[in-house]
């Protein structure tokens, strides 16, 4: 784990007012530079969403995401997504994925509590939305599922398949390492995971370098707080 990340206090900012207001700021910005490059219709889609739903993602950091599943929705094997609070990147995913199936995964009731790897970041019960909201605002798209409950046991009625993009947004150590004990065997060659909050948030951090301490593939980070792990093919 990077040494910077266990004394750095801006993890502990912990979703409030000063980090909303900043982060919101700083989106306006963002969307005003992408603006003068990229497609108008994607960046007002992401205006519109970062108007419909509050997050606590960047504005680059939601075209991250969808870049990168826009990319994937071309390879075989469905998308995921851990950690989806009010619906702003499966609004997203769903916009990309075509008639891929979409499966997401959340408490639906906020954060577990935490164990001592990010003891004192996140309250329990903290980014809580509910199943009935975020439905709702995910109306109309086709094949998108959602499952209830702290991950991995809410995989456990998901049928067996391969992922060709899975999305992780948990920001706790053990939530992180149990998406990738699930998803990373099941990913399929060239299949890409995608984490918010590797260098803001020690946990995760720390979960991805364990986790791929052992494993052909290489971490790599964004400009942003994102990693994102490109699977290699079998050996």
Not at 61 to 72: C, I, K, M, S, T
Request: aromatic share 10%; with cysteine.
């Amino acid at each position: 784990m990077a040494t910077w990340l266990k004394s750095n206090r801006i993890q502990k900012l912990g979703g409030g007012v000063l980090e909303r207001t900043g982060l919101a700021l700083w989106s306006r910005l963002q969307l005003a530079g992408l603006g003068a490059h990229k497609d108008p219709a994607v960046v007002k889609m992401l205006r519109q969403i970062h108007r419909e739903r509050r997050s606590l993602m960047s504005a680059f950091e939601l075209f991250n995401v969808y870049g990168v599943a826009r990319a994937q929705a071309r390879r075989p094997g469905a998308f995921a997504e851990v950690g989806v609070y009010r619906g702003a990147s499966a609004k997203l995913l769903c916009e990309v994925k075509g008639d891929k199936p979409l499966h997401l995964f959340d408490t639906f009731e906020g954060l577990p509590p935490a164990t001592e790897h990010d003891r004192g970041v996140h309250r329990p019960g903290e980014f809580a939305c509910s199943l009935d909201a975020v439905r709702a605002y995910l109306d109309g798209y086709e094949n998108v599922h959602f499952h209830k409950g702290v991950f991995p046991e809410s995989a456990v009625d998901v049928p067996e398949m391969s992922y060709a993009f899975a999305h992780f947004d948990v920001d706790l150590y053990e939530g992180t390492l149990a998406c990738l004990e699930y998803f990373y065997p099941r990913m399929i060659p060239g299949g890409i995971i995608l984490s918010h909050d590797y260098d803001l948030l020690a946990g995760v951090n720390k979960a991805f370098s364990e986790f791929f301490a052992d494993k052909p593939e290489a971490i790599i980070e964004a400009p942003t707080t994102q990693c994102l792990v490109v699977k290699l093919a079998a050996a």
